[in-house]
């Protein structure tokens, strides 16, 4: 009765009568070589992995989180972020303790989705790890376009001085994100820290674009 009313169904295929199914579930499995390292088109500076390409139940749970309210999504997203972060940290890329930073997010976006999927994500990530602690220090400021559509050198004068630290950070310094394209958020953004003395270790996403 309760499906007739409010349909059930995947949030990565579109199964019904599931929520998150386990083939989707197995599709966000971190093996022991991911995430991978990848190369975006302007070098942010730091070294950037990816734990998936952004494609099929990744991409669809990623969209389902970010433009329909899918809050439900956030769990097996954090898994894989989690384990991502387990595995830097086992690879000696990070030490604890540090801070997870979310990559900025426009204010009006934010609203539209009732608050930063990403930072909800990473807070869900880490809430077992009293060593990690995640601080949303970063936001676009106003004038700031949506990036979908861009060149990279328009995405490029896009942000450039238009990413502003909120929240002073110091210390090693995780930057994550839900998705990493060209790379020009990822370096506006790490330029800004590390302008606070902050040192970014590195940029992990959920997906590659």
Request: hydrophobic letters at 45%; a positive charge; charged letters at 20%.
């Amino acid at each position: 009765m309760l499906d007739l009313i409010l349909p059930l169904e995947c949030g990565g295929c579109g199964a019904p009568s599931t929520r998150w199914c386990d083939t989707c579930a197995a599709a966000l499995t971190v093996h022991s070589d991911e995430p991978h390292l990848v190369t975006p088109r302007i070098d942010p500076g730091v070294p950037v992995f990816a734990l998936g390409r952004y494609a099929g139940p990744r991409r669809s749970a990623i969209v389902a989180v970010k433009e329909h309210g899918r809050r439900d999504l956030v769990a097996p997203l954090a898994r894989a972020l989690a384990l991502g972060i387990h595995q830097l940290a086992g690879w000696g890329i990070l030490d604890t303790p540090f801070t997870v930073v979310p990559a900025p997010t426009r204010a009006v976006a934010a609203r539209r989705r009732g608050g930063d999927p990403v930072t909800r994500i990473a807070t869900h990530a880490t809430q077992q790890h009293p060593e990690i602690t995640v601080i949303q220090a970063l936001r676009t400021r106003l004038l700031v376009r949506d990036s979908v559509g861009l060149t990279i050198a328009d995405r490029e004068r896009n942000l450039a001085g238009r990413i502003k630290i909120t929240r002073s950070v110091a210390g090693d310094i995780l930057l994550v994100d839900d998705i990493v394209t060209t790379g020009a958020t990822a370096r506006e953004a790490i330029r800004v820290l590390q302008k606070t003395g902050a040192k970014v270790r590195a940029l992990l996403t959920l997906a590659q674009a």
